[in-house]
């Protein structure tokens, strides 16, 4: 791995860390009002400041880290989920199912995604949790289309005739022999789209479609800080460096991972 | 020629049928009667029984699901959309009243995009591993990292609250438009400059391209007449595709600088669940992003022609 992949990494690594234990190292209630010290600029009772209601920004990043990261990694595995399910309903069902199938892949590839999850979160009804709904069920083609490829090439394999002529049955076969040869590729698009996801949570949380106040999303915090940035920047600045920090390194990560895996854009790379 | 452009028109046709049926699904799963909410937007004080069914039946809400499709896409194709749950105006006059201006900022900002990475791209190309090779990677890896709402909000607090540069509210006037259209066009100069460099980069070690400099060609002729030309294929290929995620961003620049378009209307519409206008946006996404792609493979066959053959 390269020098900027392993800074990636550990870079990655310890935003992880800092989402799980940072609430016990940085201990100020995320929740708790102090009208005193409204709109306060970073001092060293609070590094980031504080909000409009007295909160302190660092423990409302701190606890909006979380929220991010663990949305962003729900929505990848429903997604990739998703997708592998329909991608081999395609793959292994009749032909008419196939063809269906695959033609609503392509045409839902071609859909803007986001905007689909926009309408959809917002017929849902403004929550997290819908919002997380709305992007897996959007999110899935690119998946079902990998997937539906792969198994079509696997099903052809050696071994999977092996499995048929020992009596193996149709579901045993897709989840036992042909889906950990579905994971590699999958886990490299997923890492690819992990940034999206965050700045997709992020924006529509902004729009007021994600996590509702008082809880804060880095995006959620953003728009609340709408109303006094313009006085008061750290509101949103804090928040905003949050989420480019973190998309970074994890497309800094992907992108390590994926050379990583991928002897093609290794060898590219030595030429 | 014409039998690849009819090609690529009836490859549309499926996707803008899965559009209907995906927008149709939407506006049925959507909690509420239709009828009541509609009455009540139409200004009704008093909505009795008899009213309810009235429009009940004029709106099909009794017929069973497949047929209410049938009806709802026969609407459509006339170029009916339904009315708004809140102001009672027809959603197609909505968006017709404001897909101009969303045109204009999303032109603008492909314009931005397009002089800015092109340039950045093939210059990095040629530079490969030298100070401006490096800043177009920066500016590559930056440029898809950052969310455009809070670029925004950076933008507004500097060149408005600060610096008084630039009018807080996006309006299409010249002064207007500049901070939308360069907020809307930083993710396509990212996606554009890193494509471009790659693009350039794979035709610079190409055979016909090492013949042009070997018969003595110029090095300015060599980019001009073969380098650029086959660089573009996949450039423009891309703004088709990026279409949608221009579409997507341009809702969140219009919400944030109050910019006059239908991103901002459907954002607006979200929050007071005004369904027919919400789906509306969606229609109008897909039909946008088929239009373009369409008029991207034609361009694409006139920059390379042995696309349309393949």
């Known amino acids: ?271 | 020629m014409p039998a690849y452009i009819a090609s690529r028109i009836l490859a549309a046709v499926p996707v803008l049928l899965v559009i209907s049926l995906l927008a149709f699904g939407l506006e049925a799963l959507t909690p509420g009667d239709p009828a009541y909410l509609l009455l009540q937007a139409a200004g009704r004080q008093t909505i009795t029984a008899q009213d309810l069914a009235l429009k009940r039946a004029e709106l099909h809400l009794d017929d069973p699901l497949p047929v209410r499709y049938f009806t709802w896409l026969s609407g459509a194709v006339h170029g009916d959309f339904g009315r708004s749950f809140r102001s009672y105006t027809p959603v197609a006059q909505l968006y017709a009243d404001r897909v101009g201006n969303t045109a204009l900022l999303a032109g603008a900002a492909v314009v931005i995009g397009i002089v800015v990475a092109v340039p950045l791209g093939t210059l990095a190309a040629y530079r490969r591993g030298r100070a401006l090779d490096r800043i177009a990677q920066v500016v590559a890896v930056f440029g898809s990292a950052v969310p455009g709402f809070w670029i925004a909000l950076v933008f507004i607090f500097f060149l408005s609250a600060q610096w008084h540069l630039l009018p807080v509210f996006g309006t299409p006037t010249p002064k207007g438009i500049v901070m939308p259209a360069l907020v809307l066009s930083l993710s396509t100069i990212a996606i554009l400059t890193r494509l471009t460099r790659a693009a350039v980069l794979d035709i610079l070690h190409q055979e016909f391209v090492v013949v042009a400099r070997a018969k003595g060609l110029a090095g300015g002729a060599v980019a001009r007449r073969h380098v650029l030309p086959n660089a573009l294929v996949p450039v423009v290929t891309l703004l088709g595709l990026e279409a949608a995620s221009l579409m997507t961003g341009a809702a969140v620049v219009e919400f944030v600088f109050a910019w006059p378009g239908i991103g901002k209307m459907a954002i607006d519409a979200a929050m007071l669940r005004d369904t027919p206008v919400v789906v509306g946006f969606a229609i109008a996404a897909g039909l946008i992003y088929v239009t373009v792609n369409l008029v991207v493979d034609v361009t694409v066959t006139t920059l390379d022609p042995r696309i349309s053959t393949r």
């Open chain 1, 1 to 271: 791995m390269t020098l900027h992949g392993r800074v990636a990494v550990a870079l990655l690594v310890m935003l992880v860390l800092a989402a799980i234990v940072g609430q016990y190292v940085w201990t100020i209630d995320p929740f708790a009002q102090d009208p005193l010290v409204r709109l306060k600029d970073p001092s060293l009772a609070h590094p980031f400041g504080t909000d409009n209601f007295g909160r302190d920004i660092l423990a409302r990043l701190v606890l909006g880290a979380r929220w991010s990261l663990l949305g962003a990694a729900v929505v990848c595995c429903g997604t990739s989920l998703l997708g592998f399910v329909i991608g081999a309903l395609a793959a292994s069902g009749p032909r008419l199912a196939d063809n269906v199938i695959g033609r609503s892949i392509e045409a839902m590839l071609a859909m803007p995604g986001l905007v689909m999850a926009l309408a959809l979160s917002a017929i849902l009804g403004p929550s997290f949790e819908n919002l997380l709904a709305a992007l897996v069920l959007t999110g899935w083609p690119g998946y079902a289309r990998l997937s539906r490829a792969l198994i079509l090439k696997e099903r052809n394999q050696q071994y999977v005739d092996g499995a048929v002529a020992l009596g193996a049955d149709g579901t045993r076969i897709v989840v036992r022999h042909i889906l950990p040869n579905v994971i590699g590729p999958a886990a490299v698009l997923a890492t690819g789209d992990f940034g999206k996801i965050i700045l997709g949570l992020a924006s529509l949380s902004f729009l007021g479609l994600g996590m509702q106040p008082p809880t804060p999303e880095w995006g959620e915090m953003i728009n609340e800080a709408r109303g006094y940035f313009q006085t008061h920047p750290w509101q949103m600045i804090a928040p905003g460096l949050c989420i480019v920090a973190t998309v970074l390194t994890v497309n800094l990560t992907g992108d390590a991972i994926r050379d990583n895996l991928d002897p093609r854009t290794k060898r590219r790379r030595a030429s």
